[in-house]
């Protein structure tokens, strides 16, 4: 009886919330649909999700016969280094907070891809070595970047691939 009472209450709060919301909206103003075309047509920001989307698609497909996605991809790439890079260096290259970085780094990880050591200069600070089953990956999924990224650059017919990479350097 104490279950359905807290979802009766839950669903009553949830009510409530969306009245509240109703009557915050009629008060300011429904935006218009002619908003709603303007963003479609003109936000920078949904424009660049899209296309990462479809990016994302096409090189994960490309990549899934080597058991990659396009992010594992390019965490591994960002790792082919001389010297160890530290989790905070990848981290910003990749533009990716350090714990979403260590939660795509596990899978990684379990396959012996990579592994993380302890900086032996400061032991709060982690290194990310690429294991040689990792650069024999990365070496055989190489040509298939490169052939799908020539394959998706011949697709811009309105803009040179060039001039795409430095504005979108401008946002990043």
Do not use: Y
């Not at 009886?1 to 949830?14: L, P, R, V």
């Not at 109703?22 to 660049?48: Q, Y």
């Not at 960002?78 to 905070?88: A, E, F, M, T, Y």
């Amino acid at each position: 009886m104490s279950n359905f009472a807290g979802s009766n209450a839950a669903i009553t709060k949830a009510a409530t919330s969306k009245a509240a919301v109703s009557k915050a909206s009629s008060a300011c103003g429904d935006p218009p649909f002619s908003f709603t075309l303007h963003v479609r047509d003109n936000c920078l920001c949904l424009h660049v999700q899209r296309a990462a989307r479809a990016l994302a698609r096409r090189f994960d497909e490309a990549l899934r016969p080597l058991g990659l996605t396009q992010g594992q991809f390019s965490l591994l790439t960002s790792l082919n280094r001389p010297q160890p890079p530290r989790i905070g260096e990848v981290s910003a290259l990749l533009a990716m907070d350090r714990t979403t970085l260590t939660a795509n780094l596990k899978p990684l990880e379990r396959r012996g891809l990579v592994k993380v050591s302890v900086d032996k200069a400061d032991k709060r600070s982690r290194h990310l070595l690429l294991t040689a089953a990792g650069r024999a990956l990365l070496a055989a999924a190489a040509p298939v970047w490169t052939r799908t990224h020539a394959q998706t650059e011949r697709c811009l017919t309105h803009a040179k691939s060039d001039i795409l990479r430095a504005t979108l350097r401008e946002l990043s």
